[in-house]
């Protein structure tokens, strides 16, 4: 997830770009670029924080384009950050989203010379090229993005243009209609200060954005698309309206795994594209898979370990980072070791992934954040593509690691040939399906709070699941500790009776991960067991004939073995609701950090 932002009016364009980004920050913060058209193009761009890009003092233009980055292709270096310009400096783009076929465009312009790892560097050549053939700007940008594929939201501008031209596919923008002059910004955030009156795009639009005018087109011809006049304040519009972080995570998430998949998925074959090139024969006589991760991306591994067991053929063990040294090292050579770690900067889990690389391992780190030490160090490297994470507790990057490990144990087993095309192409129909499954449950989310509203004086929780739902049911618990600080504990659904059921009682809620058919039936005994103890339960369950066991049930949608990552959906809202009605400081919980930069 980048931001961008653009400004043409009757004002200097660079504070207002300048400022724009600064809004934009939360968005995307590891690189940082300007362009201002005063006739000619003039770019200004540099790797690290937007507070340290040089810009001039003072700048003539009054249309510019600005860029923050949150890298998806290439490391967050100076030739990375965007804007990108074709080879004479005069086309300027900034682009959030990912072009999939971007190599396939790269080597068509074989002329060109390229000076990014960026897949967005394509976009400027293209439209040289559309230009050099007589096009206007509006012209060449609807030519060249129908050469595109994947998601993009784009500004371009050109020497001896007015104003720019922008175009959005499953990225988003929004105009902004002021006195003195248009924008354009991936969200309000950016230029509230200047305008509240808003007008959002929608996939296939694009439009001619100049100082005295907006012109949306669409299939060749203009349309109107209303303008609505924002009432949020600035710190609101940062969150999407939404009241935290957390909730916006939580509703992005549909958006963030469409990212994740880009361009990754074969359904009909069966296979992926991870960009990882993982010797035949190694993976052939690797004996074991070792995941070395904390907290919410450790109950990721444990969901994918499941995976790579069932569809991989390959044993694979997951272990807490911190006690990695006192178990970990089994057999090196033939041992993956994949470090799962959202920021990519977690001590415990580097100094794992550090001792299995000095014992001989090959290493595979999958994480957010390019760049990052665990990126950099990793033998190999796999993002999950969600964008950044504000909020503490952890939610679309869950969702994000668990769809990266599943595409990760497709690759495994198809390379294996442990796992047959059509079990593969199952596999990821589902993944492909997962977005919208997430959004039928974000769709019921005022049925979660009220559930949750009524539950905000238990003396304590309880989460249960078998196979994939037991992961799932420990990181329910969790996300509801972190933020609510009201006790849960996680447990598979088989193990409560062994001990922990002489605490339920009337006053400690259980809610069962119903999913994914492992032994259902058994599944039900343990809910009963509860039940007759008195406890209320919450079914999230995509089993038939559940609800006269629960209390109440939440419907998850038909998905295989991602239900349980759905009904986590369900789980995270659940946290969320009753940690607001408590009034807790939801992405900031006490004593906690975003990243834990010590053992
Ligand atoms: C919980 C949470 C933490 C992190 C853990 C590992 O919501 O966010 O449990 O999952 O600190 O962090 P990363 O994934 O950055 O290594």
Redesign the pocket.
Known sequence: MCGIIGYVGADGALPIVATGLKNLEYRGYDSAGIALNNGTVDVFKQSGEIDDLTLPAEHSATCGIGHTRWSTHGQPTDANAHPHTDESGDVAVVHNGIIDNYESLKSELSSHTFTSETDTEVIPHLVEEHLSDGDDLLSAVEATIERLEGSFAIAVTTSGQDGFVVARQDSPLVLGHGEDGNFVASDVTAFLEHTREVSYLEDGDVALVTGADVTVYHDGGTVDRPVQTVDWEADAAEKGGYDHYMLKEIHEQPQALRQTLSGRLDTVTGDVDLELDLPEQYLNSLEEIQVV???????AGQYAARLLEQFADVRTTVEV?SEYEFRGGRDPWRTLVVA???????A??LSAMRRAASAGARTLAV??VVGST?AREADDVVYIRAGPEIG????K??AA?VATLTMLTVYVGRQRGALSGDRASTLLENLRRLPGAIQQVLDEEDATREVAYDLIDSDGFFFVGRHLGWPVAMEGA??LK?ISYINAEGFAAGELKHGTLALVTEDTPVLAVLTDGAKPDQTLNNVKEVESRGAPVIGVSSLDDTTKYLDVEFAVPDLGTLEPLVANVFLQLFAYHVADALGRSIDKPRN?A???TVE
């Not at 991760?293 to 109950?299: K, P």
């Not at 799962?340 to 977690?346: F, R």
Request: proline residues 0%.
């Open positions: 991760a904390c907290g919410t991306s450790n109950h980072a799962v770690t959202q920021s990519g900067e977690t415990d889990t994480t957010n665990a503490v507790a952890a939610t990057t869950f690691q969790l996300k972190e906690l975003k990243s834990v």
